[in-house]
């Protein structure tokens, strides 16, 4: 089993940047890869971002594409997310998760989720 723990959110401004990051614990060495999602009130929860676990690999959603980077550091098992150019759009509850399944953005095949962290972008 996986554990992950969301870090970071908070309140910023539009035009703002924030760092969200995910530390993992446990079996951390059966993911193939972590990511990003986010709910925002009333919505769905979509996909943000993804990365592989040796880090050479990263997806974003066209939403956030040119704005949003997602890293990972294997040696602190900790993945985050780097926010520039926030939009009030961008208000929404982050949730990092693994799956065993490379650069799927399919929240089904996610198998491990933190708990949240939430993210407000104010106009």
């Known amino acids: 089993q996986e554990q992950l723990e969301e870090s970071g959110g908070g309140l910023v401004q539009a035009g703002g940047s924030l760092r969200i990051s995910c530390a993992a614990s446990?079996?951390?060495?059966?993911?193939?890869?972590m990511g990003w999602f986010r709910q925002a009130p009333g919505k769905e929860r979509e996909f943000v971002a993804a990365i592989t676990r040796s880090g050479s690999n990263t997806y974003c959603a066209d939403s956030v594409k040119g704005r949003f980077t997602i890293s990972i550091d294997n040696i602190k098992n900790t993945v985050s997310l780097q926010m520039n150019s926030l939009k009030p759009e961008d208000t929404a509850v982050y949730y990092c998760?693994?799956?065993?399944?490379?650069?799927?953005?399919?929240?089904?095949?996610?198998?491990?989720w933190g708990q949240g962290t939430q993210v407000t972008v104010s106009s």
């Open positions: 998760a693994t799956t065993r399944v490379v650069f799927t953005t399919t929240e089904g095949l996610y198998e491990y």
């Open positions: 446990g079996r951390t060495f059966s993911s193939a890869a």
